[in-house]
């Protein structure tokens, strides 16, 4: 059991890819006394291109890879479980049986136990919505990236089942957690992968966005 733990915790650290090609270019903006302050999630917003939505021709989930990603023995969604439920139980072939998740989508506490009944009470959000993501540059990107993209730890998060579902593909604009507490660090996280990725942000999503980042000027983005 110690080394199953040992080896998803790993995994974890060895999936996250940094994509050595897509990286934003800042766009060209006139010194003011209001700018961000540096290294804050609002600086790393001003930085994204902010363009319409490019239509959903052609997306399918596949374009992200099929499924999940596996190392080894160990698939992202049961990585990202066991980060997200530090009382997780992990089974010999590295499944996580049962753990407790506080939600951060709606504040609440999930018990979580694996079952054919029971394993859709959590699931894994791509916190930017992967057809989101392609209408919004991952189009352009190569597959290798695309899969990258998709099981990155960065843009994962165990959360209720029911507000991912209520989520769908919506960006910062259409829809935020219901926990209002956790939405300068969401934001903060969406801002994050599309940096990462080089992908865009629609004016209204920009608009959502800046919103947020007003109550909480002094947010960062997430680290590894």
Known sequence: M????LVIAAVAAALFVE???YQPT???RPASASQPAAGSASAALALLEVKGRAPKTDYRRTAFG????MVGMCDTRNIILHRD?????VSDNCKVMRGTLHDPYTGTTIAFS?????????Q??????LSDAWQKGAATLTPATRQALANDPLELLAVDGPANQAKGDGDAATWLPPNKSFRCAYVARQIAVKAKYGLWITPAERDAMQAILATCPSQTLPTP
């Open 2 to 5: 110690v080394t199953i733990i």
């Open 19 to 21: 994509p050595s090609s």
């Open 26 to 28: 800042p766009p060209d």
């Open 66 to 69: 099929d499924g999940w990603a």
């Open 85 to 89: 439920m530090p009382d997780a139980l």
């Open 114 to 122: 694996r079952g054919a009944d029971t394993s859709d009470a959590i």
């Open 124 to 129: 894994i959000d791509h916190v930017v919505a």
